[in-house]
């Protein structure tokens, strides 16, 4: 039986033949993309694009810009139509650098706990982790000094589903912050800390718009030398400054920042 031919679509009504174009495909523009314009014949990568304009780098390190038209270029040797890559949504973070989880409900508190020094502490700890916490269920409650850690550790009671971390102000050797944390450390008991003598100081002095923070002699209650060298006021003025400069991980210096996020992780991790 011989074969028959559709031919529909390939005639017109006048009897000549539609001439049938190929689809022309687009192509984002990305970074590093090769291809070449037929009309000058100047091959390159992508180096950067907009919505109206293309500039490609050759080998030499040439760059041309050319104008982003349809079926303007050449891909693997065949026509195409670059186009301005569609921009990818970025991941919102948190104040800590964490990624932020959208819509999440606080977590029922954990029996477990993370003490710290001073409401100043607490309200650091706040502004930066405070998302994280939420969302791990973590409770920050202020100490109001280590002077009898060992009895406050004692009388909370740590175990294996109730830990307790602990951040020190000052924690460097020979001093009776270090002695404290050395007499409670357990297997669930964390005390990591900075070695600044108050929290203040973890704050960088550019985020509070100082140069360095001052030397405050021994003897001298350390905020209020701070308060009188820099003309802030009373402790109260110097402690809305310092804790409103703060935004984020990065107004605080790295040792605080890696104690805080051992202590998290300390108190969150189930064995």
Excluded at 176 to 183: G, N
Aim: hydrophobic content about 40%; overall charge positive.
């Amino acid at each position: 039986m011989p074969r028959t031919h559709d031919y529909r679509g390939l005639f017109g009504t006048d009897g000549t033949r539609v001439q049938q174009r190929k689809a022309i495909p687009e192509v984002p523009a990305e970074r590093g993309l090769v291809v070449e314009d037929p009309a000058s014949g100047f091959c390159g990568a992508v180096v950067a694009v907009d919505i109206r304009e293309v500039t490609l780098e050759d080998r030499a390190g040439r760059r041309r810009v050319f104008p982003l038209r349809p079926a303007a270029f050449l891909y693997e040797g065949k026509p195409a139509t670059l186009v301005k890559p569609a921009v990818q949504a970025q991941p919102r973070r948190s104040a800590s650098g964490s990624t932020r989880v959208a819509n999440v409900k606080a977590r029922t508190a954990r029996a477990s706990r993370i003490w710290v020094e001073g409401i100043h502490d607490a309200a650091l700890l706040e502004t930066v982790w405070g998302h994280d916490l939420r969302v791990e269920g973590i409770v920050v409650e202020p100490l109001h000094g280590v002077h009898d850690l060992a009895a406050a550790v004692r009388e909370f009671g740590p175990a294996p589903h109730r830990k307790l971390g602990i951040l020190v102000d000052h924690l460097v050797s020979g001093t009776m912050e270090t002695r404290q944390a050395a007499s409670v450390a357990g297997p669930h008991v964390l005390v990591t800390g900075h070695p600044f003598v108050d929290v203040w100081e973890a704050v960088k002095p550019a985020a509070v718009g100082i140069r360095a923070w001052p030397t405050i002699p021994r003897g001298t209650d350390w905020k209020t030398g701070v308060c009188e060298a820099l003309r802030w006021g009373e402790p109260a003025d110097g402690a809305r400054r310092v804790m409103g400069a703060v935004k984020s991980f990065r107004d605080l210096d790295s040792s605080l920042i890696g104690a805080v996020e051992q202590l998290i992780d300390f108190v969150t991790v189930e064995h």
